[in-house]
């Protein structure tokens, strides 16, 4: 996802042109743009026009997404379009320096803190480097103990 600040307000040359006479018109409606407007991906949109394109939140002062052409806020744009951890179903979104922090085992991918044992109260957090291996069972992962656990009651 392509991150982007906030929408500026419509520079003060397009606001005159468009009080001049001449069209200025917005992205998503194609209609005359007379009052408030935004620019944004260096276009210009109604300020009521610019919101996200699944929810249609207004996406005036506030961070948003582009996929494909079309603009999304933070929420849809990790529904939509960043890997969902299999263990909790959020999305995995980059930290603050760009870095996505995430493991990839058997298909699925997870957040660090949540590729864990999948058995219930088991807080064995799996890590190659301290030799914590983890073993899927019916599609499921679990330290050793409980993966042996598992597989004695399959």
């Known amino acids: 996802a392509a991150g982007a600040a906030g929408a500026a307000a419509g520079g003060l040359k397009d606001l005159y042109l468009a009080k001049?006479?001449?069209v200025v018109t917005c992205l998503k409606?194609?209609?005359a743009i007379k009052d408030n407007f935004v620019t944004a991906l260096g276009q210009k949109f109604h300020s009521h026009c610019f919101t996200c394109h699944i929810c249609a939140t207004s996406l005036v002062d506030k961070a948003f997404f582009e996929q494909r052409g079309q603009v999304y806020c933070q929420d849809c744009d990790t529904k939509g379009f960043s890997s969902q951890c299999r263990r909790c179903g959020e999305g995995i979104m980059p930290d603050a320096e760009g870095h996505?922090?995430?493991?990839k085992?058997?298909?699925y991918t997870y957040h660090v803190h949540c590729y864990t044992c999948e058995k219930e109260g088991c807080s064995?957090?799996?890590?190659?480097?301290?030799g914590v291996a983890a073993?899927?069972?019916k599609q499921r992962l679990y330290?050793?103990?409980h993966a042996t656990e598992a597989m004695n009651l399959a």
């Not at 064995?124 to 301290?130: C, G, L, M, Q």
């Open 20 to 22: 001049r006479g001449e």
């Open 135 to 137: 073993y899927p069972v």
């Open 124 to 130: 064995v957090r799996f890590d190659s480097k301290a």
């Open 29 to 31: 409606c194609g209609e």
């Open 105 to 107: 085992a058997g298909g």
């Open 100 to 103: 996505t922090l995430a493991v």
């Open 143 to 145: 330290c050793l103990e």
